[in-house]
């Protein structure tokens, strides 16, 4: 059995824009699932991890590259591969039952063959007694579990799960989660390989033989790991631990310059994807860091999970602190800066003062911005008009969004105003 | 046992079986497809143009009169539900075929409805001569009208606006496209294909009124219908023959409301995405019996298995061809091609409308037909005016008031389904009791039918201010004319705009049965548009009809895009409440 279930030969992404240059998402991604393995893939967002999985779904057609299954090409949806939401993705207007037997239909199966299939599926992902349920009567766990029954009723060779788990709650992820494990270890579904997609790390650590760390920009394979640890692994066990700081580390530091403290970062362009992260939560994450048991220094995995955020709300939060240089992050630990504790110790009004200056020293578009409204005589410019120039870097929705968080920033720091029904920024009232 | 009904049944057998709900299922169904054989036979019979259709005043004769009108909306109903799907199916599918049909179905919306009427019925008598069932499809084409195109285009808006991943989930099962049509797109629509086919054929009573009494050059051609009786009661002068005629509508309207309206709406809410709270959730009785009768669930799985059938047999043809999917490149000079044939294509029937009516009616009667939409619009205006200030003040009563506002809500949407044009003989009669100005006073006629959209929609936009706003207001002791401007008037601002557009809109349609109104022999005429164009057709001439549709259409489209797209977007942009 040396024929992998799944490969990926030189598969490219690039999404062609109107009027803009193509951009690069995924690039030049080998990859190959083995039998009996469950392969996780982690990234930040924007990293075409999600893009990937369609791609290996047949949904997304690669710009480049070749998608195998079984070393037959995949062009399009195959039988023997499933796929699991991570909205659920049910037919509001049909019951448990129905949206199960839709994976069937299109088999041509007869009908009693249908329901039986269907019944064994929802009893085996433990939803017996819901079938004639609808989904909106459903708590987000249930759906989920119809999901996962619709995806296995069709007994597929290979699951790709897209973020299944993020839409629920802790225990209900961990319930689920725990349910498939069993089911998967057990042998009782005859799915061969496992992909997901994940926004945790210590759920891809938990479930996965092995990990993919996906970089941003374009996406790229920064770095497999192997993990070998008997299941169920216990999130407390040292092994267990230490896969979680490397990965933490492989995340928080760009490529080429892993840990080298005081490193020189390339500068900064004025297209620079900013982190999406909100003034109060930088300016709480800054007061939490300070104040014990971190006293300025934390373990990125201790803390996140004693404040309870998950990879996507807390990276963001880390990158802007670096990049404001308020803090920096080497082996998977997070140390605040003198800038950093400085912002600490400041009262409100200092605190803004401080944030401002830092903005127009490290971040290039903010710097941009303030620069152009000082050199215009009326001191007014339409935001459009940077958005046109963010454009050139970034798809139209990043470009929106970035803009959006660079406003969001200049507005608190007071560096410039604007003007939500015009769409104008100035220096107004400074 | 599955197979007592002939069918080959196999989905939970026990559901099939008839119980007692079937006892008032049955009969209903049964009688309501002989009424429609009865009706589709009378409705081909012999005809000659010039032939004089007696309609009788006997109040007996009513009943009969009122299935007939009942049958043409019926007709129009299915005929817009397969156009407003196959339409706007091309329109999403296809981004050639949608660059053609959006802008058009633009324009057709603002076409007035009996537009279409006086343009297509000599030709729907040519279709069919020697019989009634020309006449009867030109009326039934103007019901169309005034219901196929909000349907398309809201069948269009959802057919757009699947989510992506149901769309996935749909492919990862291999869904064939005939499939994924009716279990995924189609059920998506429903919620607000309902939605607006219940608006358009509450809308379409005032239509199917009017159209069953046709002039063309001259001869008077009366379809057997309510709207018949009540020309030929006008036309005698006979207001007791008028009562009946209210009283039956009255009750048709009831029934449609208590048979189609409510359980269709009750029904739709299951197909919503995300329905919004549980609170609506009292089922109309007749849905009840519905979904009990186990008839229903027969007819149910019949459509099923025939559609699954329908479905293997396409998906056999579509195996022998199907090409491996590669990523399409865009081609720009293709498309740039494509859009200037396009508005070569729309500038050279511009063109070609023009050059016809510039070959009869002189340039300055063109000016003048100009001037007369001016009045209508400022009739159309000032009647909008007038309306929301009665309306808003007691819609944001009522609305505030959520018991009155649940009991009022039925009756409004009863009203609003009401045709308004039976009441304008009573209205013409008290116009020349009192010698009124009839430039003033048939203009309140216009909006008779169409005002209570605004309330409706004040009602709605009232009850879905959060209470806590209100106590808010409260607390911070935001009263009078403070709470007017910047509590309930931002409020329920995009609520109105949708009603007062909506209500807009039908007194443009309107303008041209009631700026034109008779009584015997007496006809009243207010100066505008709309008495043109009713003169014109009148008179059969085909060049001036077009002028004056023109017209008002245009008046339509600028008024729309210069006012109403605007307070749309502002209100969609500061307005809304979330």
């Known amino acids: 059995m040396n024929v992998p279930l799944l490969q990926t030969t030189g598969v490219s992404k690039t999404y062609r824009m109107p009027d803009h240059l193509a951009r690069l998402v995924l690039d030049r991604i080998d990859f190959e699932l083995r039998d009996g393995e469950i392969v996780a893939i982690l990234g930040k967002s924007g990293s075409g991890k999600s893009t990937f999985l369609r791609i290996l779904a047949g949904l997304v057609p690669p710009s480049e590259g070749v998608v195998e299954y079984r070393r037959l090409g995949v062009s399009e949806p195959v039988r023997g591969i499933s796929m699991v939401f991570q909205t659920y993705a049910l037919f509001p207007w049909l019951t448990v039952l129905g949206n199960v037997e839709l994976g069937l239909e299109a088999q041509g199966s007869s009908a009693a063959e249908r329901r039986r299939r269907a019944v064994n599926a929802i009893d085996l992902i433990g939803l017996d007694g819901f079938e004639s349920a609808y989904p909106k009567e459903l708590s987000g766990g249930m759906r989920q579990r119809v999901g996962f029954a619709r995806a296995l009723v069709v007994d597929p060779d290979i699951l790709l799960l897209d973020e299944p788990f993020s839409q629920l709650d802790v225990l209900t992820a961990e319930t689920l ?15 061969k390989g496992i992909v997901i997609v994940s926004h945790n790390i210590e759920e891809a650590v938990e479930i996965a033989d092995r990990i993919l760390i996906f970089n941003n920009d374009p996406g790229r394979i920064r770095a497999q790991i192997p993990i070998t640890l008997p299941r169920p692994r216990s999130s407390d066990g040292a092994g267990f631990r230490q896969i979680v700081d490397q990965v933490y580390t492989l995340l928080t530091t760009e490529p080429g310059r892993d840990g080298r403290r005081g490193a020189k970062p390339e500068p900064l362009g004025i297209g620079h994807r900013l982190p999406d992260a909100s003034v109060q939560q930088l300016s709480g994450l800054v007061d939490t860091l300070t104040e014990g048991p971190y006293h300025g220094r934390a373990d990125l995995p201790q803390l996140a999970d004693e404040e309870n955020l998950v990879m996507d709300e807390l990276f963001p939060l880390i990158e802007t602190l670096q990049l404001l240089g308020f803090a920096h992050v080497s082996g998977g630990d997070i140390e605040l800066t003198p800038p950093g504790r400085a912002y600490a110790q400041a009262d409100m009004l200092a605190r803004k003062q401080i944030f401002a200056d830092a903005l127009l020293t490290h971040v290039p578009l903010a710097a941009h911005i303030r620069r152009i409204l000082d050199e215009r005589p009326g001191h007014r410019a339409p935001a459009a008009r940077f958005l ?31 003007d939500y029904d015009t769409e104008v920024l100035s220096l107004e009232n400074f | 046992m599955e197979q007592r009904w002939g069918l080959p049944l196999i989905a939970w057998p026990s559901r099939l079986r008839p119980n007692y709900w079937d006892i008032v299922a049955l009969p209903m169904v049964l009688g309501a497809i002989a009424l429609l054989a009865w009706g589709g036979m009378a409705m081909s019979a012999h005809y000659q143009v010039g032939q004089a259709l007696l309609i009788s005043l006997d109040p007996w004769r009513l009943p009969e009169y009122a299935l007939r009108t009942v049958l043409r909306m019926v007709c129009a109903l299915v005929a817009s539900l397969l156009f407003s799907l196959a339409y706007a199916a091309l329109a999403a599918k296809n981004r050639q075929a949608e660059k053609i049909l959006i802008p058009v179905l633009d324009i057709l919306q603002s076409v007035p409805i009996l537009g279409f009427l006086s343009i297509t019925v000599t030709g729907f008598i040519a279709l069919f001569p020697g019989r009634l069932l020309g006449v009867e499809c030109a009326a039934i084409f103007a019901i169309f009208t005034s219901q196929a195109w909000n349907m398309t285009f809201s069948v269009y808006q959802s057919l757009r606006t699947v989510p992506t991943e ?12 005939w499939r994924r049509f009716w279990r995924l797109e189609v059920p998506h629509a429903i919620p607000s294909l309902v939605w607006n086919m219940m608006m358009s054929v509450s809308g379409g009573w005032f239509f199917v009124v009017a159209s069953e009494a046709i002039t063309v050059a001259g001869q008077t051609i009366m379809l057997p219908g309510v709207g018949s009786y009540i020309a030929t009661a006008i036309s005698q002068r006979d207001l007791g023959a008028i009562g009946y005629a209210v009283l039956v509508m009255f009750v048709v309207i009831l029934l449609y409301d208590q048979l189609l309206f409510r359980p269709l709406l009750a029904w739709s809410r299951k197909f919503l995405t995300d329905p919004a709270g549980e609170e609506d959730n ?30 293997d047999a396409l998906s056999a043809l579509a195996r022998r061809r199907r090409a491996p999917r590669v990523e399409r490149r865009p081609r720009p000079e293709l498309e740039r091609m494509f859009d200037i044939a396009l508005l070569g294509l729309a500038a050279s029937a511009a063109a070609w409308i023009a050059s016809f009516i510039c070959a009869t009616v002189e340039l300055s009667e063109i000016g003048w037909v100009f001037l007369l939409g001016l009045a209508t619009a400022a009739r159309v205006f000032v009647l909008i005016g007038i309306a929301s200030l009665i309306w808003v003040p007691i819609g944001v009563g009522i609305g505030l008031r959520p018991r009155l506002a649940d009991r009022a809500q039925p009756i409004v949407q009863f009203l609003a389904a009401f045709p308004a044009n039976l009441f304008f003989p009573a209205a013409v009669v008290l116009v020349l009791r009192f010698r009124l100005n009839p430039e003033i006073w048939l203009s309140p006629l216009m909006i008779l039918g169409t005002q209570w959209y605004i309330l409706f929609n004040v009602i709605v936009g009232t009850t879905a201010l959060p209470m806590e706003l209100r ?26 705009v949708t009603g007062a557009v909506t209500a807009a809109g039908g007194s443009w349609n309107a303008s041209i049965v009631s700026e034109a109104v008779q009584w015997g022999d007496t006809t009243l005429i207010a100066t505008g548009i709309g008495a043109y164009i009713a003169r014109t057709t009148a008179e059969g001439d085909s060049a001036r009809i077009a002028l004056g549709i023109s017209v008002l259409c245009l008046y339509v489209l600028f008024f ?13 942009e500061r307005l809304r409440l979330d």
């Open chain 2, 282 to 311: 009292v089922r109309p009785w007749f849905l009840i019996v519905l979904q009990r009768a186990r008839l229903f669930h027969l007819i149910q799985a019949g459509v099923l298995e025939l559609n699954r059938f329908i479905d």
């Open chain 2, 166 to 177: 149901l769309i996935e989930a749909a492919r990862m099962y291999h869904l064939s496209p």
């Open chain 2, 471 to 496: 106590r808010v207001a409260q607390n911070l002791g935001v009263k009078r004319t403070l709470w007017w401007r910047r509590v309930i008037l931002p409020a329920i601002f995009p609520a109105y």
């Open chain 1, 388 to 418: 046109r120039e963010l454009e050139d870097y970034l798809s139209e929705e990043e470009a929106q969004r970035v803009l959006d968080t660079v406003i969001d920033w200049g507005r608190h720091a007071e560096i410039f105003a604007y």
């Open chain 2, 560 to 572: 729309n895009r210069l006012l109403w797209h605007r307070l749309y977007d502002l209100a969609a």
């Open chain 1, 177 to 191: 989660r725990g349910d498939l494990l069993d089911l998967w270890d057990s042998r009782r579904i005859p799915t």
